[in-house]
T-cell receptor, first 114, second 113 residues
Framework: NAGVTQTPKFQVLKTGQSMTLQCAQD?????MSWYRQDPGMGLRLIHY???????DQGEVPNGYNVSRSTTEDFPLRLLSAAPSQTSVYFC?????????????FGPGTRLTVT | GDSVTQMEGPVTLSEEAFLTINCTYT??????LFWYVQYPGEGLQLLLK?????DKGSNKGFEATYRKETTSFHLEKGSVQVSDSAVYFC????????????FGQGTELSVKP
């Protein structure tokens, strides 16, 4: 299994540009999520999905859109990039084990907005 | 709302020293608790977990005990190695919240030979 894959690994955007961060998993996990990591703030949840066709907002959803047309893929779209969106973005998928969920993270996308 | 607080880093230790990274949480109900580790340039990996009070999670020589009375989940290792240098994140998943994780700010550990 490849696990959780993310592309691209690095990206530089100009303010106002749009782009899509790709995320795919081959573990047949129903639950997928996007986090952003900023220095001194840990990881914060942007959007999540409990299955194909179902998405919901996390803690910091503004400026981002998601969709989930298949179990495997969960792309994150930046509509109009802003410098405040400079961050490292992690996609994760979850396996339910008993009473909790174990999350598997992708390698991340480092995004710089100038 | 629910939250996680970790001790601030960076933490610098000599090889074979004892490690403690403090983590406390605020949550309603009975959350699951996790420690994740992030090595330089990589994503997060689950290190250990505990799903109920008094559970002890352990992996690769690291341990943490779910203490409901003190709302804590401190990470410990008896003898650290240079290869343990990484950023460590404490996190919780609240009951009935699916896989949503709430993270602490992370603690950077640097182990010197």
């Amino acid at each position: 299994n490849a696990g959780v894959t993310q592309t691209p690994k690095f990206q530089v955007l100009k303010t106002g540009q749009s782009m899509t961060l790709q995320c795919a998993q081959d573990m047949n996990h129903e639950y997928m999520s996007w986090y952003r990591q900023d220095p001194g703030m840990g990881l914060r949840l942007i959007h999540y999905s409990v299955g194909a066709g179902i998405t919901d907002q996390g803690e910091v959803p503004n400026g981002y859109n998601v969709s989930r047309s298949t179990t495997e893929d969960f792309p994150l779209r930046l509509l109009s990039a802003a410098p405040s969106q400079t961050s490292v973005y992690f996609c994760a998928s979850s396996l339910e084990t008993g009473s909790t969920y174990e999350q598997y993270f992708g390698p991340g996308t480092r995004l710089t907005v100038t | 709302g629910d939250s996680v607080t970790q001790m601030e880093g960076p933490v610098t230790l000599s090889e074979e020293a004892f490690l403690t990274i403090n983590c406390t949480y605020t949550a309603t109900g009975y959350p699951s608790l996790f420690w994740y580790v992030q090595y330089p340039g990589e994503g997060l990996q689950l290190l250990l977990k505990a799903t109920k009070a008094d559970d002890k999670g352990s992996n690769k020589g690291f341990e943490a005990t779910y203490r409901k009375e003190t709302t804590s989940f401190h990470l410990e290792k008896g003898s650290v190695q240079v290869s343990d240098s990484a950023v460590y994140f404490c996190a919780l998943s609240a009951a009935n919240q699916g896989g949503k994780l709430i993270f602490g700010q992370g603690t950077e550990l640097s182990v010197k030979p």
